[in-house]
């Protein structure tokens, strides 16, 4: 299932992230792939919401500290690898600890070190059209997002 949308604000990038984190599930692994100010942090603020974490002023992209773990209706533990060139030794052993643990995983940066990534993952792509357009691409291997994805800018 591939779903592709334009948001035309930073709300709508949010609202299209919370229709997503309300259908995912433990053990889901969602990369976020964009260039820098693309939007993936604020695509993960909505994200998680949509999984219940309180506010979305507690996240923020983890690029110093590689990690950031939330309270939702699951864990959430949020992954920024743009500072790694591989990911290897603890900071693999990490990332495969996250994958398994009952929780989602948002990864950002994940054509860095591609290879740890476990097959079953939702891809999202999101890409600058304008100062506050986004074109977000959501690929995953189930239809359970496409009409809530949809109906979030009401086109479903």
Not at 14 to 32: E, I, Q, S
Not at 56 to 84: M, N, Q
Request: hydrophobic letters at 35%.
């Amino acid at each position: 299932m591939t779903v592709k949308i334009t948001t035309h604000s930073a709300a709508q990038t949010k609202k299209v992230g919370r229709a997503l984190g309300r259908h995912l599930k433990p053990k889901d692994v969602v990369t976020l792939r964009g260039e820098l100010g693309a939007g993936k942090t604020t695509l993960a603020k909505g994200i998680a919401r949509g999984l219940g974490v309180r506010s979305e002023k507690e996240v923020a992209s983890p690029t110093f500290v590689l990690i950031h773990e939330y309270r939702g209706r699951c864990p959430v533990y949020h992954l920024d690898w743009y500072r790694l060139g591989r990911v290897e030794g603890p900071d693999e052993a990490l990332a495969q600890e996250c994958f398994e643990a009952e929780a989602v995983t948002l990864v950002e940066w994940p054509e860095r070190p591609n290879s740890v990534l476990p097959k079953e993952k939702i891809e999202v792509k999101i890409s600058h059209r304008g100062p506050s357009s986004r074109s977000i691409e959501i690929r995953a291997r189930d239809d359970r997002f496409r009409l809530p994805i949809r109906q979030a800018l009401g086109k479903g």
